[in-house]
């Protein structure tokens, strides 16, 4: 597969298309099993009061891959994103109350770089909270 967006067909300020993605304890626990953290903050809701957190919070690794996907999906090859990185600035906080937390992305070409790469700048918030800081990734278009 290759990006199916072109890099002629883009500008500075092109939107992606803004994606919303709900988290809940089943979310986390499924995750947990798949990337093998169980860390008891990700499920836990006695624990993470101990230790000073407001709830159960979501991995920050699981934040990091959902927001990528509305990169993913807007170029339709995942092999395209040659670098993402983010940092993580909130917690995403995820209550056993049977509706859990949503995570909001929308992201935007904040650059034209050589080589038909650009990059996308991405901005993912959860309860009007900025989640992820100097979320970037950098796209190989077709």
Do not use: C
Not at 73 to 84: F, S
Not at 109 to 137: E, F, I
Request: no cysteine; glycine share 10%.
């Amino acid at each position: 597969m290759t990006a199916k967006i072109a890099y002629d067909e883009v500008e500075v300020g092109t939107e992606l298309p803004a994606q919303t993605f709900p988290v809940t304890r089943a979310t986390l626990v499924r995750y947990a099993g798949a990337s093998g953290d169980f860390n008891p903050i990700h499920w836990n809701e006695r624990f993470a009061v101990e230790v000073g957190l407001p709830d159960v919070i979501a991995h920050g690794m699981f934040t990091m891959a959902e927001a990528i996907r509305v990169v993913t999906d807007w170029a339709g090859d995942p092999a395209a994103v040659v670098e993402y990185g983010v940092r993580f600035t909130k917690p995403v906080v995820v209550p056993d109350d049977g509706v859990g937390a949503v995570v909001e992305v929308s992201a935007k070409v904040g650059a034209k770089l050589d080589d038909g790469l650009v990059r996308v700048d991405l901005t993912a918030t959860s309860a009007g909270q900025k989640v992820l800081g100097m979320s970037k990734a950098v796209v190989r278009l077709a």
